[in-house]
């Protein structure tokens, strides 16, 4: 199961989000907080993490 983060949450890995109940996709990078929702009780979950190649 996905937890849902909410705004303002540093983002724990860096990727893909979208919003639970927009369904609107932001894009993220580890450490930074996750913007503001339209509306309250609004959150994010990860959908695709950034893939790094070595």
């Known amino acids: ?3 849902t983060l909410k705004p303002g949450t540093p983002a724990p890995v860096s990727g893909q989000y979208k919003n639970v109940v927009t ?7 580890k450490g930074n907080p996750l913007p503001a929702t339209p509306a ?9 993490a950034t ?3 070595k």
Do not use: F, W
């Open 1 to 3: 199961m996905v937890k």
């Open 51 to 53: 893939k790094h190649k």
């Open 23 to 29: 369904k609107t996709e932001i894009t993220s990078t």
């Open 40 to 48: 309250p009780n609004q959150g994010y979950k990860l959908v695709d």
